[in-house]
């Protein structure tokens, strides 16, 4: 799926060229499609594009490709040099690059990052790559012409895919302090012990990460410690709306890394359905409020009928007592003969 706006620099380099691209896509998260492209752009008089897979491509982790593009040329080959970036919007010194050379073919015409940065980093909004629903990449790249492609090129025109890219990335915005977690990387101290718990009940949690790398390991216990987290210092009164978004993001997050939640899955569903109970729960308090406002309204109505009552039984009374009978058409007595 084409997307975003795709704005380009060229500069001539000698016989070589260098152009500079930003692709802008707004309206992230609207798109809901397993691969999105930017348009084509031309360097070296042939098309490219770049390609995400912002839900990961058969990974826990955002995929980034540069594409070359020449379907109506046969056995077509362009050797680049190109440098991909995932750019932080709230902290440039943590803008996520990584380069390589290639040689792009007809049938090999992409090459990138299957493991660029996990998902669970990427979607966090406290990262800086997605801010006001907008996430920015750039991209650098030379193609350079076969005859000034020398031997030591070609050598390093198909590197091993690597699944880290070249770049330190520091966690962001922690609880507090960042401590080592069981040789698994830098977790915030504030999680440690709700993982050290939950980890002495259910042991599969540290088998099933031992064969991975530490940055994969790092995220997953923070996705996990995020989510312990979360369950520990919330209240029912808590899980309003928002609450709920962010737990059911933090879950789907926790789920790329392949633990066995079994365990942890009730308590989620659990925390998930207090917003229904929290409505019901408001429902019911203007219920009982109104039945209160009703009955005293009724107790009101039920003093006015006593007193009408009263009233209307002293009318009888009076009523019951009559007048004497006298001639209407007499004349009025003055005391004379």
């Given at each position: 799926m084409v997307v975003g706006e795709l704005k380009n620099q060229h500069i001539h380099m000698g016989d070589k060229m260098l152009q500079k691209l930003t692709w802008?896509?707004?309206?992230?998260?609207?798109?809901?499609?397993?691969?999105?492209?930017?348009?084509?752009?031309?360097?070296?008089?042939?098309?490219?594009?770049?390609?995400?897979?912002?839900?990961?491509?058969?990974?826990?982790?955002?995929?980034?490709?540069?594409?070359?593009?020449?379907p109506n040329f046969d056995a077509w080959s362009r050797f680049a040099n190109f440098k991909l970036a995932l750019i932080n919007q709230l902290n440039a010194k943590k803008t996520i690059t990584a380069g390589s050379q290639y040689k792009f073919s007809e049938s090999e015409p992409d090459y990138g990052w299957p493991e660029f940065i996990p998902l669970v980093e990427f979607r966090n909004f406290r990262s800086g790559f997605i801010v006001n629903d907008t996430c920015i990449v750039e991209a650098e790249i030379t193609v350079v012409k076969p005859e000034h492609v020398t031997q030591a090129d070609q050598v390093v025109s198909k590197p091993v895919v690597c699944s880290e890219p070249?770049?330190?990335?520091?966690?962001?915005?922690?609880?507090?302090?960042?401590?080592?977690?069981?040789?698994?990387?830098?977790?915030?101290?504030?999680?440690?012990?709700?993982?050290?718990?939950?980890?002495?009940?259910?042991?599969?949690?540290?088998?099933?990460?031992?064969?991975?790398?530490?940055?994969?390991?790092?995220?997953?216990?923070?996705?996990?410690?995020?989510?312990?987290?979360?369950l520990k210092s919330r209240k029912v009164k808590d899980m309003n709306a928002d609450a709920c978004s962010h737990l059911q993001l933090l879950w789907e997050e926790l789920q790329t890394f392949n633990f066995d939640?079994?365990?942890?899955?009730?308590?989620?569903?659990?925390?998930?359905?207090?917003?229904?109970?929290?409505?019901?729960?408001?429902?019911?308090?203007?219920?009982?409020?109104?039945?209160?406002?009703?009955?005293?309204?009724?107790?009101?109505?039920?003093?006015?009928?006593?007193?009408?009552?009263?009233?209307?039984?002293?009318?009888?009374?009076?009523?019951?007592?009559?007048l004497e009978e006298r001639d209407l058409d007499a004349d009025l007595a003055y005391g004379g003969p």
């Amino acid at each position: 799926m084409v997307v975003g706006e795709l704005k380009n620099q060229h500069i001539h380099m000698g016989d070589k060229m260098l152009q500079k691209l930003t692709w802008t896509i707004n309206n992230f998260s609207k798109w809901d499609s397993d691969e999105l492209c930017s348009e084509n752009f031309y360097v070296g008089g042939h098309p490219w594009r770049i390609a995400i897979y912002p839900k990961g491509h058969n990974t826990g982790y955002l995929s980034i490709y540069l594409s070359g593009d020449l379907p109506n040329f046969d056995a077509w080959s362009r050797f680049a040099n190109f440098k991909l970036a995932l750019i932080n919007q709230l902290n440039a010194k943590k803008t996520i690059t990584a380069g390589s050379q290639y040689k792009f073919s007809e049938s090999e015409p992409d090459y990138g990052w299957p493991e660029f940065i996990p998902l669970v980093e990427f979607r966090n909004f406290r990262s800086g790559f997605i801010v006001n629903d907008t996430c920015i990449v750039e991209a650098e790249i030379t193609v350079v012409k076969p005859e000034h492609v020398t031997q030591a090129d070609q050598v390093v025109s198909k590197p091993v895919v690597c699944s880290e890219p070249v770049v330190q990335v520091t966690n962001i915005n922690p609880l507090g302090d960042l401590v080592d977690f069981k040789s698994f990387g830098k977790i915030e101290k504030v999680f440690v012990p709700l993982l050290e718990e939950v980890c002495k009940l259910h042991p599969s949690l540290i088998d099933c990460q031992q064969k991975r790398s530490r940055r994969f390991t790092e995220w997953a216990f923070t996705a996990l410690g995020q989510i312990l987290h979360f369950l520990k210092s919330r209240k029912v009164k808590d899980m309003n709306a928002d609450a709920c978004s962010h737990l059911q993001l933090l879950w789907e997050e926790l789920q790329t890394f392949n633990f066995d939640l079994t365990w942890l899955q009730p308590h989620i569903q659990s925390a998930l359905s207090m917003k229904n109970y929290i409505e019901k729960a408001v429902q019911l308090k203007a219920m009982k409020e109104n039945l209160a406002t009703l009955e005293m309204e009724t107790k009101s109505l039920k003093e006015k009928i006593f007193t009408a009552e009263v009233d209307l039984e002293i009318a009888r009374r009076d009523l019951a007592k009559g007048l004497e009978e006298r001639d209407l058409d007499a004349d009025l007595a003055y005391g004379g003969p």
